[in-house]
């Protein structure tokens, strides 16, 4: 029932732009903290940028800083990722994460397939 699906994705050379798109369902999104993490091959995967269920964005990876910005859509159940400046290091497969915490607990966590994003030239 709880989907979260990527799109976006692709090949784009440096300096280019992408929007990743993180469309849910199954569950009342406007409640949930969404994150978008990334892993390259070889790589730990890597917690990129949080929103909050009200909005508030927050930037893990310094090397996205001015770059990357999270963004949300209650009415639409979708959370984007907008990828301006690529540089070459940015690729990896991007996936969405949806997280509900109570009282400092952690009861649902829920994540999407992925989808790939390369940066080259």
Known sequence: QVQL????GGLVQ????LR?????SGFTFSNYGMRWYRQAPGKER????????TGFSTTYANS???RFTISRDNAKSTL??????LKPEDT??????????????????????????????
């Open 64 to 66: 996205v800083k001015g």
């Open 20 to 24: 990743l798109s993180c469309v849910a």
């Open 5 to 8: 699906v990527e799109s976006g």
């Open 92 to 121: 990896a497969v991007y996936l969405c994460n949806a997280r509900y915490r109570r009282n400092s607990v952690l009861l649902d966590d829920y994540w999407g397939q992925g989808t790939q994003v390369t940066v080259s030239s």
């Open 14 to 17: 440096p300096g280019g732009s």
């Open 80 to 85: 984007y990722l907008q990828m301006n400046n």
């Open 46 to 53: 890597e917690l990129v940028l949080g929103i909050s269920s």
